[in-house]
C-alpha cells in the first residue's frame, strides 16, 4: 500500500520570481570554475539551491529545467571532488555539456565531508556509477583537512557509503560505528534534533537495504520523510530554508533502491518523483 506524505507550503511565486537571479549568480560562478576556489565554493551552493528551489513549483521534477539543474548540481559537486587530486596538475570535467578543465586543489574548506555526502547522494540520484566509483575513492583524510570539525559520525557514514559502494569486507563495521555514533548524545556541531530527523534516518534506509526487506525499508523511508518534514517545520527559520524542500538523503537511498528492485511505496513531494523514477534516463550525456 501506498503511502502518501505531504510537503509543507511554500510560496511558490516567490521562490520562482528569484530563479532567474540565482541562474544568474551561478552562471557567473561557473564562468570562473576552472581556477577560482571562491567560485567553486560558491558554485557547490548555488547549483545545489536552484535544483532545490525549482522543485517548489515542480514538485514531480517533471520539467526538463528541473532535471536539468539537478544534473548540473550533480556534476559540479562531482567536479570539485575530481579536482582535489593533489597528484594531476588538471582534471577534464563535463559540466553543463562543455569540459572544462579545472585546477586541481588538494584540500580546500568546501571540500568536507558533508559536501562529500551531497555529491554521493546526488550521484545516486542521478545513477552516475563513475562518478560514485571517483567519490568512494576520496580518501577520508582529505576529508577531514578542510581546517573546520564535523561530529565524528559524518566520517562514520562517509566510510559506510565508501564501503558499500566498493563492495568492502569492513561494511559491517563501519555502518554500525555509524549508528553508535548517530545518537544524539554524540552530537556536537550538529544539534541533537539534526541528528535524530535527518542525519540517522539514511542509515536505518541503507540497513533495510542491505537486508533485502522491503517493508522495512519503507517504514524506514517514511519515518525519514515525517522526520524529515518535522525539523524542517520546527520554526519560522527552518521553513523557509530552502535545503527543507527535497529530503535529500532519503532520496538518494530510496532511489538505489528502486533502481535494485525494492519497491518505494512512499509517495511525497519530499521525493520528486522523476528523481525517483528516472524519469529523464537517456536524455543527457551526463
Not at 510537503?7 to 551561478?26: H, I, N, T, W
Amino acid at each position: 500500500m501506498t503511502m502518501i506524505l505531504s510537503r509543507q507550503d511554500y510560496p511558490k511565486d516567490d521562490m520562482a520570481a528569484v530563479v532567474p537571479v540565482m541562474e544568474g549568480s551561478l552562471s557567473y560562478s561557473l564562468e570562473k570554475i576552472e581556477t577560482s576556489h571562491n567560485s567553486r565554493s560558491d558554485v557547490v551552493m548555488e547549483s545545489l539551491n536552484v535544483a532545490l528551489v525549482r522543485c517548489v513549483e515542480d514538485p514531480t521534477a517533471g520539467m526538463l529545467e528541473t532535471w536539468e539543474s539537478w544534473l548540473l548540481a550533480m556534476q559540479v559537486h562531482s567536479a570539485v571532488f575530481a579536482a582535489a587530486d593533489p597528484d594531476r596538475e588538471t582534471v577534464t570535467c563535463k559540466i553543463r555539456q562543455e569540459e572544462r578543465h579545472l585546477a586541481t586543489t588538494g584540500p580546500q574548506t568546501y571540500l568536507n565531508a558533508d559536501t562529500w555526502l551531497d555529491a554521493f547522494y546526488l550521484a545516486m540520484i542521478c545513477r552516475e556509477a563513475a562518478r560514485l566509483n571517483m567519490l568512494a575513492r576520496i580518501p577520508v583524510s582529505l576529508l577531514r583537512d578542510f581546517g573546520g570539525t564535523l561530529d565524528e559520525y559524518t566520517y562514520a557514514w562517509v566510510e559506510t557509503l565508501q564501503s558499500f559502494w566498493l563492495r568492502r569486507d569492513d561494511l559491517r563495521t563501519h555502518l554500525v560505528r555509524a549508528v553508535d555514533l548517530s545518537a544524539a548524545e554524540h552530537a556536537h556541531v550538529v544539534d541533537a534534533d539534526e541528528m535524530t530527523k535527518l542525519r540517522y534516518p539514511p542509515i536505518m534506509m541503507l540497513y533495510r537495504y542491505l537486508r533485502n526487506d522491503p517493508a522495512g525499508f519503507n517504514d524506514a523511508l517514511a519515518d525519514a520523510v515525517r522526520w524529515h518534514k518535522e525539523y524542517w517545520t520546527a520554526d519560522e527559520d527552518r521553513t523557509r530554508n530552502i535545503l527543507g524542500v527535497v529530503a535529500l538523503a532519503p532520496l538518494a537511498i530510496a532511489c538505489l533502491a528502486k533502481a535494485n528492485g525494492i519497491p518505494v511505496e512512499v509517495q511525497s513531494d519530499y521525493l520528486p518523483e522523476a528523481l525517483l523514477d528516472f524519469a529523464w534516463r537517456g536524455e543527457f550525456d551526463a
